[in-house]
């Protein structure tokens, strides 16, 4: 679902991608051309649901890839039930996130959970 844009590792809550400082940093600087991430961020950042990581939930530690805690500390500030990513150090955590309400799924996951999908639109 993302992984056309470049957006591999999602938070969504209420219909929208959650975003902090640090994994909008993440997305401006590795993925896209110049002129896509102008495009794209410029979206992104007038759409997005932003959230500040409390110092409680910044400090805590899940994967084994340090780097990949800002897309868990976002999904738990915005209590997102979702977070789509196609990283194995994320996807492998998958019973821990369940266990404090996220669920993770794979982009080819997602366009298939029709829970994460929502009622099929006419």
């Not at 400082?21 to 051309?33: C, G, I, K, N």
């Not at 410029?42 to 530690?61: F, G, K």
């Not at 800002?70 to 994320?90: C, E, K, R, Y």
């Amino acid at each position: 679902m993302f992984k056309a844009t470049g957006i591999e590792n999602a938070q969504v809550a209420n219909g929208r991608l959650v975003f902090s400082s640090a994994t909008f940093a993440e997305l401006q600087d590795r993925y896209l051309s110049m002129e896509q991430r102008k495009r794209l961020l410029h979206d992104v950042d007038a759409l997005a649901y932003w959230v500040n990581i409390p110092a409680e939930i910044y400090q805590q530690r899940f994967s084994r890839d340090s780097a990949d805690d800002q897309f868990i500390h976002a999904a738990l500030t915005a209590n997102a039930p979702w977070l789509v990513s196609g990283d194995q150090d994320l996807l492998v955590l998958a019973d821990d996130l369940k266990a404090l309400g996220v669920t993770i799924l794979s982009p080819a996951d997602a366009w298939t959970n029709s829970e994460f999908l929502g009622p099929s639109r006419p």
